[in-house]
C-alpha cells in the first residue's frame, strides 16, 4: 500500500520551528502621570527657590514592546508622548517701561509680547518699580498676583527590564531601565485671575534628558496571548536642566495601564 512520505515522518521527527513563538509581546500603554522635585529650589531662577510649589498631573500615552529573554527576564523598549507640568505660586508681574526690567532672569527667552513684563515672588519684597514700572503706568498696570507654569512635553524612549517573581494567571514583576526623553513642547505661562500671559520659554532645559526608573509590574493573564498589566513607576529624572536654583530634583510617579498580545 502506497503512503505518502510525509506520513512516514513521525511528529517527534518534524522540527517545529516554535522556539520564539510567544516570546514577543506589543501592546498599547496609557498612564497619569505626576511630576514633581524633591528639596528646596527652583528650575526658572534664583528668585523662586523659596516661593510654594506645585506638581500636577498629566498623560503618557504609547506603545510598548516586549521580548521574553528568559522564564525569569524580559527586555522591553517602545515610544511615548509624556506630558510634563510643573507650577511656581506666589508670583506677581507687571508691566515696565523698560525691557532691562526681565534682563535678571537668564534662564528665560522671554517671548516677544514680554518684553517689557516684571516677574517677581511676592514672598519676597517687591520694589517699586517691579511692582508698577513706574508711576506713570501704575494705574494703567496694576500688578498681578498668580502662578507660573512651565509645561514640558517629551518624546520618551524607555530601555527596561523586567524580573519575574511570579509567573500565574496574575504576574508580579520588578521593573529597572532607563529612558531618554527627547524634548518637543517647552513654554512657561503666568496665569492670574485675569487671563494667561504667554512669558516665554526656558533655555536651560536639555533638548535629549535621561531618567532612571524603578516599579513593580503586575499582570492577569486573559489568555495565552493577551494579558492586562498595570505597573505603578517612579522615574527619577536625571539631567533636565543644564542649570537649576537650590536643591531642585525632579522625578515622575505613574501608573501604567495597557494589554500586550504575545506572539
Not at 88 to 106: C, E, G, K, W
Not at 167 to 178: A, E, L, Q, T
Request: proline fraction near 3%; charge should be negative; avoid cysteine.
Amino acid at each position: 500500500e502506497y503512503r505518502d512520505l510525509f506520513e512516514e515522518i513521525s511528529e517527534e521527527e518534524i522540527p517545529q520551528g516554535n522556539n520564539t513563538d510567544g516570546k514577543w509581546a506589543v501592546g498599547p500603554s496609557v498612564a497619569p502621570v505626576y511630576y514633581t522635585a524633591s528639596g528646596t529650589g527652583s528650575p526658572i531662577d534664583n528668585a523662586f527657590v523659596n516661593n510654594d510649589k506645585t506638581g500636577n498631573i498629566n498623560m503618557s500615552y504609547g506603545v510598548k514592546v516586549t521580548y521574553k529573554l528568559s522564564d525569569k527576564w524580559q527586555l522591553r523598549s517602545g515610544l511615548h508622548k509624556v506630558d510634563y507640568t510643573y507650577d511656581t505660586n506666589d508670583i506677581v508681574f507687571s508691566s515696565s517701561l523698560s525691557t532691562t526690567a526681565n534682563a535678571s532672569m537668564r534662564n528665560i527667552d522671554f517671548a516677544s509680547t514680554s518684553d517689557y513684563l516684571v516677574v517677581e515672588s511676592s514672598a519676597l519684597p517687591i520694589t517699586k518699580s517691579a511692582a508698577t514700572g513706574s508711576d506713570e503706568i501704575a494705574a494703567k498696570n496694576p500688578a498681578r498676583s498668580g502662578t507660573m507654569i512651565q509645561e514640558m512635553g517629551y518624546l520618551e524612549i524607555p530601555v527596561e527590564i523586567n524580573y519575574v517573581l511570579l509567573d500565574k494567571k496574575v504576574g508580579v514583576n520588578v521593573v529597572s531601565g532607563v529612558s531618554s526623553l527627547f524634548l518637543l513642547d517647552n513654554v512657561i505661562n503666568l496665569e492670574s485671575d485675569n487671563g494667561t500671559t504667554e512669558m516665554g520659554t526656558a533655555n536651560n532645559i536639555n533638548s535629549l534628558n535621561f531618567s532612571a526608573n524603578f516599579g513593580l509590574g503586575i499582570d492577569y493573564d486573559i489568555s495565552k496571548k493577551v494579558k492586562l498589566q498595570l505597573e505603578p513607576l517612579i522615574k527619577y529624572q536625571l539631567n533636565t536642566f543644564s542649570n537649576t536654583s537650590g536643591q531642585f530634583r525632579p522625578y515622575t510617579l505613574g501608573i501604567y495601564s495597557g494589554i500586550q498580545y504575545k506572539f
